[in-house]
């Protein structure tokens, strides 16, 4: 989900379904093809960008944006743990 309309309807979504959100655990975590910088083409590090961190932003984004209008906000982000990140 690297779309902002797509993570902001699966925010919605979940509201939807469960009335609201408690928290919301962030995490993107891909490394892709574990070749060299020589060989990887820029299309593989957009890949591997979006998912390790435009996802991430865009979770936070709409939890957030949803938490300051409830008044709740309990965040977590986990870090890869990636040895080849």
Known sequence: ???????????????????????????????????????MEPDDWDQIMDTNLKVVFLTVKYFVLYSNQEGNMRLMKKFSNNKYL
Do not use: Y
């Not at 989900?1 to 891909?30: C, H, Y």
């Open 1 to 39: 989900m690297t779309k902002p309309s797509d993570v902001q309807e699966a925010v919605r979504s979940a509201i939807k379904r469960w009335g609201e959100l408690d928290g919301v655990f962030a995490n993107g975590d891909v490394v892709g093809d574990l070749i060299s910088i020589e060989e």
